[in-house]
């Protein structure tokens, strides 16, 4: 088995703008990345891919193999599946509170491929075991789109239902989640900027 993390850090994470310097989000999902590098590799899984567009940041990166492909996301990632020859466990880099034991859940599966649903239709995670009969489409409402690329290829699937696993960091009420559910160094770098404001019916952030 081998998992690959698509990552971009130039311009990263544009929605957190509102509350983020382009600094500040680059430092920010550079630490998510080796948040779930280090999940992965407390699961047992060695065989790690970084897939980019560009070096950018990654540079003497040791904890993962750095594949560079300027090709949109879906074109690169269908020829990575297409060349794996093993299954794949496909996981974005912005889960912080994705934890070892889900993954453990998610690639334990009985089924030929589980989908791990995240916010607003997205896909957070993908193990695949027959690779080379299976191809990915992101963005849009890409979960219901994986489940009918699954049933299309005679393939069957699980859905890994999880609230954390679910929850990938991309909207600043996003860091609410994190500050309360998460531990580790994306959680105290954003700890270190701002704190829970619970004086609304709704939690939110302020500054430190």
Known sequence: MRAVIPYKKASAKSRLSPVLSLEEREEFVELMLNQVIDSLKETGIEKIDILSPSAYGLEGMKKARVLLDEKDL???LNRYLKEAGEPIFIVMA??????????????STKKDICIVPGKGGGTNALFIKNPSNYRVKYYGSSFLTHCSIATASGQDFEIYDSFLAGTDIDE?????ELLIHGKGAAKDYINRKFKLDVSRGRVGLVPV
């Open 94 to 107: 912005d889960l912080p509170l994705l934890s070892p034991d889900h993954i453990k859940g998610i690639t």
């Open 74 to 76: 879906n074109e690169a």
């Open 172 to 176: 600043p009420e996003d860091l609410v």
